[in-house]
């Protein structure tokens, strides 16, 4: 039409990448089939920030495809503090989804135990479970790793990055 605006693109929220437990075992099937490596990161991203970029990229660079578990608000809460999370993990979800170099975003249930995420691994069978250097945890994913076949990789993320330290300094 003569004279008027030009359409502006509307962002768009990718919901086909947030995933839910029985989605994520059938997709994962299917890019394991097609002979594509799959990565796994996991975490809290409450606030997105450099740290988180950097890492979510270096770790998808490990493979074909990126899963990521994505902790519940109760998790979130029971790691980080009462005042936590400051983002729902409704919100946190749609934002990891609209990233490039992350491909699926898995929701996981209000407090996981340690059985739980063993059996989400065994399922989806990663080629790489890709860790910070500082993963508390590094004993329990070497496990689940290798009874899922794949291996740990410790990637690089950066440490002048917190959403803790952010959160803090927005309290003072």
């Known amino acids: 039409m003569a004279g008027s605006l030009p359409s502006r693109n509307k962002a768009t929220i990718n919901l086909d990448k947030i995933l839910d437990i029985k989605q994520a075992i059938e997709i994962s099937g299917k890019i394991r089939r097609g002979g594509k490596l799959i990565v796994l990161a996991g975490g809290c991203f409450d606030i997105l920030h450099k740290g988180h970029l950097l890492f979510l990229r270096n770790a998808r660079e490990q493979g074909d495809v ?3 578990f994505l902790e519940s608000d109760e998790n979130v809460k029971r790691l980080k503090g009462d005042d936590r999370p400051i983002n729902s993990q409704e919100v946190r979800a749609k934002a990891l989804s609209n990233l490039p170099f992350v491909d699926y975003v898995i929701k996981l249930s209000k407090l996981p135990t340690d059985k739980y995420y063993d059996r989400l691994i065994a399922h989806i069978r990663p080629s790489v479970i890709a860790v910070t250097e500082d993963d508390p945890n590094l004993g329990q ?7 899922a076949g794949g291996i740990v990789k410790s990637v690089t993320r950066r440490t002048d990055h917190s ?3 952010f959160a803090r300094l927005l309290k003072k």
Do not use: N, P
Not at 141 to 147: H, P, S, V, W, Y
């Open 66 to 68: 990126l899963f990521l």
């Open 141 to 147: 994913r070497k496990k689940q790793a290798e009874t």
């Open 163 to 165: 959403t803790t330290e």
